[in-house]
C-alpha cells in the first residue's frame, strides 16, 4: 500500500543519547516534513525539504537536523535527547503544488527522561 | 506570513446534531486551505480542500466546509453528528510556493450520545 512509514513507533530514550527518527515515503512526493505534535500546541514545522537534496528549517528546529539524500527517506536525527524533545513525530510528504495536500505518516512517540 | 485561527479548542456536541467547527485564516495571497481529521494514535488525514474552484467544497464522511473571502473564514459543518466523528480537527493554509503548511492548534469534537 502506498504511502508513509515511520519508525520507531514509539521510543523510550535517555537524556543526552542520540536518535535517528526515520521516514520512508513511496509516492515519489518532492518535498517532506517534520512535524512535532504537542498538547495544546498543535503541529508545529521542524524541518522540510523541497526536494532531495534541499532542507530547511522550520519553526522549531533547534536541536534537530535532517537530510535528504534521496526522494524516499527523510530522517529526523536528535544529537543529543532533551526532555523538552517529549513528543510525538509525523513525518509527511507532498507532490509540488501550492494546491495539493500534506500526506501524513502514522507518527513516532518519543519520550525523553 | 499565512496564519491560521481555530476558534474554540473544544466542540461537544450532541449524537444528530449540527457539527460546526470554525477557521479563519489570513493570507496576503488567495489561499488554498485544507481541514484535517485526527483519530485517537493516529495520523491526520486530509477531510477536504479549497483550491479556488468552488467556494462551498465537500470532503469525506459527510463534512463540507465553505470559503468566504469576505470574512476570512474556512469552517467545517457537518449536519448530523456521529460518534465516529469524535476526534480532532486541524484547518490548515498552503503558504505558498515552499509548500509549507501553517496548521492551527486544532478543534477536538466530542459527540455525546
Known amino acids: 500500500i502506498a504511502g508513509i512509514t515511520q519508525a520507531p513507533t514509539s521510543q523510550i530514550l535517555a537524556a543526552g543519547r542520540r536518535m535517528t527518527l526515520r521516514c520512508t515515503q513511496d509516492?515519489?512526493?518532492?518535498?517532506m516534513y517534520w512535524y512535532r505534535q504537542d498538547l495544546g500546541l498543535g503541529l508545529r514545522l521542524i524541518h522540510y525539504s523541497n526536494t532531495a537534496g534541499t532542507t530547511g528549517k522550520g519553526e522549531v528546529p533547534d536541536g534537530y537536523s535532517v537530510s535528504r539524500a534521496n526522494t524516499d527517506d527523510f530522517p529526523l536525527t536528535l544529537a543529543s535527547a532533551v526532555p523538552s524533545q517529549t513528543s510525538v513525530y509525523f513525518c509527511a510528504s507532498r507532490q509540488a503544488g501550492w494546491y495539493n495536500e500534506q500526506f501524513f505518516g502514522p507518527g513516532t512517540r518519543l519520550t525523553v527522561l | 506570513a499565512q496564519s491560521v485561527t481555530q476558534l474554540g479548542s473544544h466542540v461537544s456536541v450532541s449524537e444528530g446534531a449540527l457539527v460546526l467547527l470554525r477557521c479563519n485564516y489570513s493570507?496576503?495571497?488567495?489561499?488554498?486551505l485544507f481541514w484535517y481529521v485526527q483519530y485517537p494514535n493516529q495520523g491526520l488525514q486530509l477531510l477536504l480542500k479549497y483550491t479556488s474552484a468552488a467556494t462551498l467544497v465537500k470532503g469525506i464522511n459527510g463534512f463540507e466546509a465553505e470559503f468566504k473571502k469576505s470574512e476570512t473564514s474556512f469552517h467545517l459543518t457537518k449536519p448530523s453528528a456521529h460518534m465516529s466523528d469524535a476526534a480532532e480537527y486541524f484547518c490548515?493554509?498552503?503558504?505558498?510556493?515552499?509548500?509549507?503548511?501553517?496548521f492551527g492548534k486544532g478543534t477536538l469534537l466530542t459527540v455525546n450520545p
Open positions: 509516492m515519489r512526493h518532492n518535498a
Open positions: 490548515a493554509v498552503s503558504e505558498g510556493s515552499n509548500y509549507k503548511l501553517t
Open positions: 493570507s496576503s495571497v488567495p489561499p488554498y
